[in-house]
């Protein structure tokens, strides 16, 4: 609750809040892309357009741990069929990207916590 000027307000009487943006995928036709390096995503995005790219790539930063001594980057991406999502793991996987060697995998979805 919060005052306002002539009465109390509950949240729900004011206009709903707008929702996180999250990353929504289709994992029909989702790839993986692993082990990416710094500032990657509008080369990514070049690399992947030939393959027939639909959206993304949504590029996630996880954060530096002890085991790490570099940012963990990884990113995925929405292929336009599934011909497309066969043919950018075979031209793509184990390829150097930026000097760096990528992983490319077909997108799973996120295993449920327990």
């Not at 707008?18 to 989702?30: G, M, P, S, V």
């Not at 002890?66 to 980057?73: A, I, K």
Request: glycine fraction near 4%; aromatic fraction near 8%.
């Amino acid at each position: 609750m919060y005052k306002t000027a002539s009465r109390i307000k509950h949240r729900r009487d004011t206009k709903p809040l707008k929702q996180h943006r999250r990353l929504q995928h289709d994992y029909k036709n989702a790839i993986y892309i692993g082990n990416l390096p710094d500032n990657c995503r509008d080369k990514l995005r070049q690399l992947l357009v030939p393959y027939g790219l639909r959206k993304g790539p949504y590029v996630v930063k996880r954060p530096i741990d002890e085991l790490r001594v570099e940012p963990h980057l990884f990113a995925f991406a929405n292929m336009r069929s599934a011909d497309a999502v066969r043919l950018v793991i075979e031209k793509l996987d184990w390829s150097i990207f930026n000097g760096r060697r990528i992983r490319v995998k077909v997108a799973r979805k996120p295993l449920k916590k327990l």
